[in-house]
């Protein structure tokens, strides 16, 4: 979060509607629940559930049970369903916190390739390339 919460109060008194005001804050907004949290941001990213889970390589049922609610998902399968997503690094770690996960740390060997992977737009199966090819333990 980088903008205080009077510059929110601005910015949201200066929108026509609100949904705009979170679609430009979302890194800004605390949300309720983590499938509000990837709700809106398959909003801001114009893709339907189907392509975030399948670009995340998770089970389809179980990505869907995700963004119902209805599972917790694994740091892991956050961390994929994130990048079937394409979120940015803070996104990411919005939604680890919203899950009750640890933030990516790059100070740990295996999160500093994944916050490299990130930041260089990998996906999923490249990212497991360099964790494999470094000896790291795979998204899975």
């Not at 005001?21 to 509000?36: R, V």
């Not at 389809?60 to 956050?78: A, C, M, N, T, V």
């Amino acid at each position: 979060m980088k903008k205080t919460t009077g510059e929110l109060i601005k910015i949201l008194k200066s929108k026509n509607s609100v949904e705009e005001y979170f679609h430009e804050n979302s890194e800004e907004i605390i949300f309720d629940t983590l499938p509000e949290l990837l709700e809106t941001h398959l909003k801001n990213k114009g893709i339907s559930k189907s392509e975030a889970i399948e670009n995340s390589q998770i089970e389809k049922h179980y990505g869907y049970q995700i963004f119902s609610g209805l599972k917790r998902p694994s740091r892991d399968k956050l961390i994929m369903l994130c990048f079937g997503l394409e979120l940015k690094l803070g996104q990411f770690q919005q939604a680890m916190k919203k899950a009750g996960w640890g933030e990516l740390y790059p100070r740990d060997r295996r999160d500093s390739v994944i916050i490299f992977a990130i930041y260089h737009k990998l996906n999923v199966m490249e990212t497991n390339d360099m964790l494999y090819d470094m000896k790291l333990k795979i998204l899975e």
